[in-house]
């Protein structure tokens, strides 16, 4: 097996990425526009994008990373709107721009027409969450785009199952389809509520960080492969799984979410950073088996189902942002008030990712019979493509200016420093409490000394909130909190150098300097924490 091409594509997605980091333009559109141009350098391998490998292997560790940072309680809060996009967009979409492909192209039988839409259906909101992060949206916009993504891409794959067994010749039925579905969505929901119990208990009575952590990368291929083992949806068992998982994260031992946070953060960003490179990589293949749609008739097909699906999106998302608050008191009640400019940037923010390429790539290339070739099947995934490639130029692109055009008001960030330092001193109170408790006990005496550096370290824990809100250093350009950040760290590679001296001089051994470098390490990450 040649592992060069995997080492370039993980290398240079990455480089890529970071790269990203100091530009305007957010990463994964960098990587599409990249893996674009280098699709046609001359010596780069061919990339094709292999369903059986990107839904079970690269699709569950996604979601789990993006599930256990989301915020359950923010979902539940949201679970009308989350609902509304998830679910009945994703089938309206199929619907309509199935009909709509039927309607354009000549000889395209409508239950192929019906994959299409399906394939197309769900948005993958990774890039839209993104520039959520980098521009600052209001905490309920973002919350309902990752909720969308959470979630999307179960209702996606089964209508695509159901459309395709009717495209094939496997005599579907309505109502075959509809129990598919219902067992599909219930049966991922029990899937992940029967494993998550077991497996927090797992991860709160292993003891061993290193164990715990394998356990970690484990879980959302177990949760995946057992759900779809019974015929449910392996994306909903992985959501529901890490939902249940990161709301009770703080149960953990505190070096298992340590290394958790690290090891996560790299996985998902060597993952991100490879299927968007990806999807611009798969031109020549795409292009490659285009046949007889080539040139104005395949540039045609491409504008109209982009227009389709950018359209229907807006013609879901006012409806259903907006007609159950006028029907439901309750909802009125519930839910804060909506004007016009939050569902424009929901509606936009309607870009097709990885997912959609891999199912179209899972479409078999011939019927039920084995013979006959499935109808227009080169078309659909050209058509794919552009769609994918469209939605995340057009609309990736012109996103950040038209929420700041908008003017759709940001994180009030004052509020929230603020609500941050209100919960540390009540936090600071009950610690002290506690501390006053402990050491009235004589079996837990401490030096003077001792005890005082244990009401500082509180002490400066709740101040660092607080001195945030302060003002700067006029000569430096620092807060206090960056001052103290910087220092810390000055101090603790003055003592590292030392180290790394006496052990050059054969004063201590190489094992006893990464016991201290680790001491120092853990230092730094909690100086650094205090003040982040």
Do not use: C
């Amino acid at each position: 097996m040649d592992v060069m091409p995997l080492l370039l594509l993980v290398a240079g997605s990455a480089t890529i990425a970071a790269a990203a980091r100091r530009t305007p333009v957010p990463a994964p559109l960098l990587l599409v526009a990249i893996g674009l141009a280098v699709s046609y350098v001359p010596g780069v391998p061919d990339y094709t994008l292999d369903p059986h490998i990107v839904l079970p292997l690269i699709l569950p560790p996604l979601l789990h990373t993006a599930a256990t940072d989301s915020s359950y309680l923010d979902l539940r809060a949201q679970l009308r709107p989350v609902a509304m996009l998830s679910v009945g967009y994703v089938l309206f979409a199929t619907f309509v721009v199935g009909w709509a492909l039927y309607l354009i192209v000549p000889d395209l039988p409508l239950t192929a027409a019906l994959v299409f839409g399906a394939v197309v259906a769900p948005p993958d909101a990774v890039a839209a969450t993104a520039v959520a992060r980098r521009v600052g949206l209001p905490s309920r916009i973002t919350t309902i785009l990752q909720g969308e993504s959470l979630l999307n891409d179960a209702t996606a794959i089964t209508a695509y199952r159901v459309a395709l067994a009717a495209a094939v010749g496997e005599g579907a039925t309505w109502a075959g389809g509809i129990g598919e579905f219902l067992l599909a969505a219930v049966g991922g929901v029990v899937v992940g509520l029967v494993l998550m119990a077991p497996i927090h208990w797992l991860r709160t009575h292993v003891k061993e960080a290193l164990l715990q952590n394998t356990l970690s990368l484990l879980i959302p291929f177990v949760a995946y492969a057992v759900a779809e083992q019974v015929h449910a949806s392996g994306v909903l068992a992985v959501v529901v799984v890490a939902l249940y998982l990161g709301h009770r994260a703080w149960e953990v031992d505190f070096a298992t979410r340590l290394q958790e946070e690290a090891v996560w953060k790299m996985v998902a960003f060597v993952l991100e950073s490879a299927v968007f490179a990806l999807i611009g990589l798969q031109l020549p293949v795409v292009l490659r088996g285009l046949g007889q749609y080539e040139g104005a008739d395949a540039a045609w097909y491409a504008l109209a189902v982009f227009l389709v699906v950018v359209a229907a999106r807006f013609v879901w998302v006012y409806p259903a942002a907006f007609l159950p608050r006028l029907l439901s008191a309750r909802i009125r009640e519930r839910e804060q008030s909506l004007t016009w400019k939050g569902p424009f940037i929901i509606a936009w923010a309607g870009m097709r990712g990885v997912v959609s390429l891999a199912i179209a790539f899972s479409i078999p290339l011939t019927m039920h019979d084995g013979e006959e070739p499935f109808p227009h099947r080169n078309l659909i995934l050209f058509l794919t493509f552009t769609t994918v490639i469209g939605t995340l130029v057009v609309q990736g692109l012109t996103l950040p200016p038209l929420i700041r055009l908008l003017k759709v008001p940001g994180r009030d960030a004052q509020a929230e420093t603020l609500a941050e330092a209100n919960a540390q001193a009540q936090a600071s109170r009950a610690a002290e409490r506690r501390l006053d408790e402990l050491l009235a006990d004589e079996r837990n005496a401490l030096p003077a000394p001792l005890a005082d550096r244990l009401r500082i370290v509180l002490e400066r824990r709740r101040n660092a909130v607080w001195e945030r809100l302060g003002q700067v250093n006029p000569v430096t350009g620092e807060s206090v909190d960056d001052t103290y950040r910087r220092l810390s760290r000055e101090m603790i590679s003055a003592e590292r150098e030392v180290f790394v001296r006496l052990r050059d001089a054969r004063y201590i051994d190489d094992e006893m300097l990464r016991t201290l470098l680790r001491r120092l390490d853990l230092e730094e990450a909690a100086a650094f924490r205090e003040a982040a």
